[in-house]
């Protein structure tokens, strides 16, 4: 028998979503195919990916005249035109949703990075965003700034299932995790079936290994050079140590037999940014039981053609992946100050990408409306 690598992915216990939507995509049918043969059981969308779908234009171009002609402002055709996507994507993966129980068939959708420091605002673009979709399979996108963390708990103790976004640090998904432990406690109280609640963490890759590369090939010795391309890997491998950690307390015991979901790792970033390495080396490296990877299609297609999938290649590398994490430390590169200048340039970016649609939307309302 010829092998399958994302049927072997999935068979041992990745979750393959696809980080992209578009409506051209939704209204080709262009997700038959990836469910169908790529095992793609979920999409994640982003300031940037609604930025590029919206550029192309021409599937966009019947809603955004319709928009024009009612005088709606241009953040009001940003949010009609993103949810819409999003609603019909979610039409799309209901069955992988029903087949899951909610684990998969998710599709999300982020508040605007705009509000990424304002913790009340964040709050309520995630109720707004979550009652307008309509579906049960949404995940509203959150991104982990420390403003964002009580959003992502109370969001969770309104009963709505969250996407946390754009996670580097090992400290800051530890406080991730307690968020969603306490937005599950009040949850509780408040009455919700905490079945019904899922929540995903998205842990970035590549962008780590990138800034640290970088940060290598300026030391230029042959200790440095040997470090090369290791440290996304490791970063993501002690997240999973985290996440087995904490999804065994007696607190996360209670919140179980309550009925309550365990809030999956995200592998995030995964297409690779340095052209010497692997194309595949974020989904064949990062391979556990019950996480999720989303994939450009790039990646996703690099992966059905020649991925080798040979099981669990995270539980027991710990140990490995401390060590690069201290080596990287012994030679002066601080984990500390990468991570907290990959959270801020990432969500600068966001705020770029999103400044681009703005720009793109108003565009097209100028054009139709006239």
Known sequence: MTSNPTADLSSAGVSIWLDDLSRERINSGAFKRLIEELNVVGVTTNPSIFAAALKKGESYASQVGALAQAGASLDQAVFDITTHDVAQACDIFAEAAKRTGGFD???SIEVDPRLARDTQGTIEEAKRLHAKVQRTNVLIKIPATVEGLEAITETIAAGISVNVTLIFSLERYREVINAYLVGLEKAKENGHDLSKIHSVASFFVSRVDAEIDGRLDALGTPEAKALKGKAGLANARLAYQVYEEQFATERWQVLAGAGANPQRPLWASTGVKDPSLPDTLYV????AQGVVNTMPEKTLEA????????GDTV???????????NDLDGLGISYKEVVEQLETEGLDKFVTSWSELLETVQTALDTEGR
């Open 284 to 287: 064949t490296g990062l391979v």
């Open 105 to 107: 068939g998710r599709v």
């Open 303 to 310: 992966t059905a053609d020649h991925g080798v999938i040979e």
């Open 315 to 325: 539980t027991g590398t710990y140990e490995e992946s401390n060590a690069i994490l």
